[in-house]
């Protein structure tokens, strides 16, 4: 705890607005989404024709919150429900099916909407048996056959006219975190579990293993190009094509995270959107090789992180050291007449620990504690400041960066 003190401002800040979502979800129409303290299941929206800067959907406690790389979530729709379960229709983004409970805790069975979210019709209040609506936890849609859904409850369920009427089928595998139906047919589903990563080929009346392994699988998915991504715990995230599932791995420096949702673009397979078990999204554009956050993902193109590599060598880097190693390397509370030296802003410390909204704050105002971090707001523009931090940010793991900001007390530790 060296660094105590500099933490303190922003994480006073950051409980504020993480209590108003929480405590007034009604009135508030947006919020940090490091204050979302679960999402269950997230949609990609790379409708606005801005490549860089996708959105995303995100199933919420909350009701239906539209995420963006500015680091705040916005409320889509005056839906007041706990949604657990969000899939859009492979290749038309704006169709989206979702499921959940009402305020009253009723079963909300299937909603649907034509409008990217913004407003959502009962689509399917009864079961094929008549029994009560659904409230599923998760759901996926076909890209065979849009008419294929298929969901977890208690156990498998699926729908055979989009959603609207929903049949209990076979079994799932103990402790499933996520159903994909096949890209290739509406007989087989992938089931990522507590024991690996299972396959039927019989809508759930028997399972085998898809993945030689039996660690925890968090997450399936299976793109409509037919490629299967999959997270396994303690390797990383994995991908096969579904016609011979030859595995690869695709990225293993997750470290102790993971990730629990998974979608991509629907115009672009290679553009990929998680989130992490800490609630970070994450983004990939090279298939999922690579990842990093998504929060300030506007800002780091490459021109920008030139621009930032820049006024960091030029202004920065003279307090807080080559690449951000700090002032003192060696004893990071080490202190001059004015207060704290400059800290490391890469890895090593705590520089993770603060949103990106903190960080701007403080390269625009200043700090109050040491005159020498003066205000830079009168030197570089807003686009400067975040293209400083969006290069700050390259000196991260992927860890830190899963738990960036209001997150990171959840991730000490672990
Ligand atoms: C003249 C020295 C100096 C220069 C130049 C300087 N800083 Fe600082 N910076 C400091 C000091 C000292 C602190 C510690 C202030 C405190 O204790 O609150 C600090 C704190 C910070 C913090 C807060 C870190 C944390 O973890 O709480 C950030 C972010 C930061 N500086 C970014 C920058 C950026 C970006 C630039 C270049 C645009 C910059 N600084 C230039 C001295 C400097």
């Excluded at 009560?132 to 729908?159: C, Q, T, Y």
């Excluded at 080929?201 to 699988?217: F, H, I, K, Q, V």
Aim: aromatic content about 8%; proline content about 4%; hydrophobic content about 40%.
């Amino acid at each position: 705890m060296r660094m105590k003190n500099t933490c303190f401002i922003p994480t006073i800040l950051l409980g504020l607005s993480t209590l108003f979502l929480a405590a007034n979800p009604a009135l508030s129409q947006s919020a940090p989404t490091e204050g979302i303290s679960k999402i269950h299941e997230i949609t990609s929206t790379w409708d606005d024709g801005a490549a860089i800067a996708p959105s995303a959907l995100l199933a919420t406690n909350f009701g239906l919150l539209r995420a963006l790389p500015s680091g705040v979530s916005t409320r889509i729709s005056g839906l007041e429900a706990v949604v657990t379960a969000l899939a859009s229709l492979p290749g038309e983004p704006q169709k989206l099916l979702l499921s959940g409970y009402s305020k009253d805790k009723t079963a909300l069975g299937v909603m649907k909407s034509e409008d990217g979210g913004k407003t959502w019709q009962d689509f399917s209040l009864q079961t094929t048996n008549g029994a009560e609506p659904v409230a599923l936890r998760s759901l996926a849609i076909s890209s065979v056959d849009p008419n294929f859904v298929v969901g977890i409850m208690d156990g498998l369920e699926l729908s055979r006219d989009g959603g609207k009427t929903w049949q209990a089928s076979g079994k799932l595998p103990e402790k499933t975190f996520k159903i994909a139906p096949s890209s290739l047919d509406t007989n087989t589903i992938f089931a990522a579990t507590m024991t690996g990563l299972k396959k039927t080929t019989d809508l759930g009346a028997t399972w085998s293993d898809a993945y030689p392994s039996t660690e925890p699988t968090t997450v399936v998915s299976v793109l409509g190009n037919g490629r299967v991504l999959a997270f396994v715990f303690g390797t990383g995230l994995v991908a096969a094509n579904e016609s011979d599932l030859k595995w690869q791995t695709l990225s293993a420096n997750f470290e102790s995270r993971y990730l629990l949702n998974i979608d991509a673009n629907p115009n672009d397979a290679n553009q990929l959107i998680a989130t992490a078990d800490t609630g970070a999204i994450l983004i990939s554009s090279d298939g999922g090789d690579s990842w990093t956050s998504f929060e300030g993902s506007d800002n780091a193109s490459l021109a920008s992180l030139a621009r930032g590599k820049q006024i960091f060598e030029g202004t920065c880097q003279a307090c807080h050291g080559t690449n951000g190693i700090g002032e003192d390397p060696g004893n990071p509370s080490a202190r001059d007449e004015f207060g704290f030296k400059a800290p490391a802003l890469n890895n090593d410390t705590h520089a993770w620990h603060h949103s990106d909204a903190a960080i701007k704050m403080t390269v625009q105002n200043g700090s109050s504690r040491n005159s020498r971090m003066v205000a830079f707001k009168d030197t570089f523009s807003d686009q400067d400041i975040n293209s400083v931090i969006a290069y700050i940010k390259t000196f991260w793991t992927l860890n830190s960066l899963a738990c960036q900001g209001g997150r990171h007390g959840g991730c000490l530790g672990k």
